[in-house]
């Protein structure tokens, strides 16, 4: 291992079990327009107002916004993205909408959530350290009956 791969990993990568617990959180900064008819929403982003972005503009034209527009399943996505469902209720509600297996419903939508993040359209509210030890310690009382042979109930 190089010293660059050291710096490179991410030590505070998610779990998969974390990431399914996340919270998808719309950016207020953006502007929504739906157009119902069409069943699409046109979400306008704010560009940046860096220095350089300022400085950048006065010689070439740059939108002071971007578009993105959705289609009818990203218009359902983005109304799932309300601050109060989660990644795993979204992926259930996708699958059952639109007729889907489970893994395939979770490819799918993280790969979708994943993009609006980068497009910083949405944000991902990570539960907080108390919720993890809780969830760890149902994890373990599962496991422990498991290995006994027991059925645990929650």
Not at 74 to 85: A, E, I, P, Q, S
Request: aromatic share 6%; with cysteine.
């Amino acid at each position: 291992m190089s010293l660059l791969d050291r710096f490179r990993k991410n030590k505070n990568q998610l779990t998969r079990e974390d990431s399914l617990n996340a919270i998808p959180v719309r950016n207020e900064s953006v502007e929504v327009e739906e157009d119902v008819d069409l069943a699409e929403t046109l979400i306008l982003i704010p560009r940046r107002d860096d220095w350089w972005v300022r400085i950048l503009s006065k010689v070439l034209f740059i939108p002071r916004h971007r578009k993105v527009t959705l289609d009818e399943i990203g218009t359902f996505v983005w109304n799932l993205c309300d601050g109060k469902n989660d990644v795993r209720k979204i992926i259930e509600d996708f699958a059952d909408k639109y007729k889907l297996g489970r893994k395939e419903a979770e490819l799918s939508m993280v790969t979708f959530l994943r993009q609006m993040a980068k497009k910083r359209l949405i944000g991902l509210a990570i539960g907080l350290p108390e919720q993890k030890e809780k969830s760890k310690s149902r994890r373990r009382r599962r496991s422990r009956g498991k290995k006994k042979g027991k059925k645990v109930r929650h």
